[in-house]
Nanobody, 122 residues
């Protein structure tokens, strides 16, 4: 049974930091590209970060320089370090997995997590 379980969300003040984790099981994690996607209140899904099987990363302009994606294949886990958080980062954050590269905006991943809420507010 495939599972992606996000954790680490919560309430943080503007300028603060959070680290999200996504624990994977039920598939060969090291052979999958991993993605982070979010849905802000009243808006659609937004891709913002990718990490390849080889560790190459890609970011949307909205988070570049503030967010860092990483993976630990030994732990079957992908991480998202979020710094300098802004109120507009408030969203439900999802991790997703695909057996190959998915272009930003396509969102047709093989597996999805259930999401974790991140709220940036004073």
């Amino acid at each position: 049974q495939v599972q992606l379980v996000e954790s680490g969300g919560g309430l943080v003040q503007p300028g603060g930091s959070l680290r999200l984790s996504c624990a994977a099981s039920g598939f060969t994690f090291g052979t999958y590209w991993m993605y982070w996607v979010r849905r802000a209140p009243g808006k659609g899904l937004e891709w913002f970060s990718t990490i390849s099987t080889g560790g190459n990363t890609n970011y949307a302009n909205s988070v570049k320089g503030r967010f860092t994606i990483s993976r630990d294949n030994a732990k079957n886990t992908v991480y998202l370090q979020m710094n300098s958080l802004k109120p507009e980062d408030t969203a439900v954050y999802y991790c997703a997995a695909a057996s190959g590269r998915i272009s930003p905006g396509r969102l047709n991943y093989d597996y999805w997590g259930q999401g974790t809420q991140v709220t940036v507010s004073s």
